[in-house]
């Protein structure tokens, strides 16, 4: 039997589409899926897993990654908070509050935009916890405040927030026919398409630029329309040994003039 595919999976990614897919394609290959903390996703990629949806970026030099989708960014509130006034908010909205600051937070702010907690939550799962508890608010991409979702609390889009993207990534010197298998399932390809890919034909690095269009070869013979091949005239001009038909009538003319005149 051939060997399990070990697919990494960082907190929340959706994988019911994609294992559904593999099965059909796939059916003789288990696909074991293992939930990780995002932290922790490249070590274990690098200790041996296949591949992983993993939060990006990653070492470039260590592993190829294939972007997926950007997620929206939204701050985690009690029901009753002011914050829920207004159904979308920016990060100037967040001044007055106190932000809490997961150990496993999977942002990059360039600055805080408001007063941090100085105690750190050891998880996102408790830091929602902490804001039931009206320690703070949490700003997080979406899925995660819906993964954690309480009835006492909710959530509003942050529209000018740092984002998370999420991607598929795999160690740059073990790429496999399953592997690309997995490759064409994220991303869409037909089971035809999937398959018709040889393991010899290059990968797209995630920092290499699609090539440059080049204009269409000629083929010998062939010119393309508009274009005279050796030996074509266009309409109005004379092929060689051609006259027009005046000139023509001009020769048989003078022709039989002259012999009359010997």
Request: no cysteine; glycine share 6%.
């Amino acid at each position: 039997m051939p060997t399990p595919f070990r697919l990494l999976v960082v907190p929340g990614v959706t994988m019911d589409k994609w294992t559904r897919l593999w099965a059909e394609r796939l059916p003789d290959v288990e696909l074991v899926v293992e939930p990780v903390p995002a932290k922790d996703a490249p070590g274990l990629l690098l200790d041996g897993a296949d591949a992983g949806l993993v939060r990006l970026p990653v070492d470039p030099d260590a592993f190829h990654a294939i972007p997926l989708y950007t997620e929206t960014t939204v701050v985690v509130v009690p029901k009753d908070h002011l914050l829920t006034v207004a159904e979308e908010l920016t990060v100037a909205d967040l001044a007055d509050e106190t932000l809490l600051s997961p150990l496993d937070d999977v942002l990059s702010w360039p600055s805080m935009p408001a007063a941090v907690l100085a105690e750190r939550p050891e998880t996102t799962a408790a830091a929602v916890e902490w804001v039931a508890a009206s320690a703070g608010v949490l700003v997080v991409p979406q899925s995660l405040a819906r993964a954690h979702h309480r009835k006492d609390l909710t959530y509003r889009v942050l529209t000018d927030a740092p984002t998370s993207s999420v991607g598929l990534a795999w160690v740059r010197d073990r790429h496999t026919d399953l592997v690309e298998e997995m490759i064409g399932i994220v991303r869409g390809r037909t089971a035809n398409s999937t398959r018709g890919r040889t393991s010899d034909q290059p990968v797209r690095r995630q920092d290499d630029q699609p090539a440059s269009r080049q204009p269409a070869k000629k083929t010998a013979g062939h010119k393309p329309s508009g274009q005279k091949t050796a030996g074509q005239k266009t309409a109005g001009q004379k092929t060689a040994g051609q006259k027009t038909a005046g000139q023509q009538a001009g020769k048989r003319a003078s022709g039989p003039a002259k012999r009359r005149g010997r």
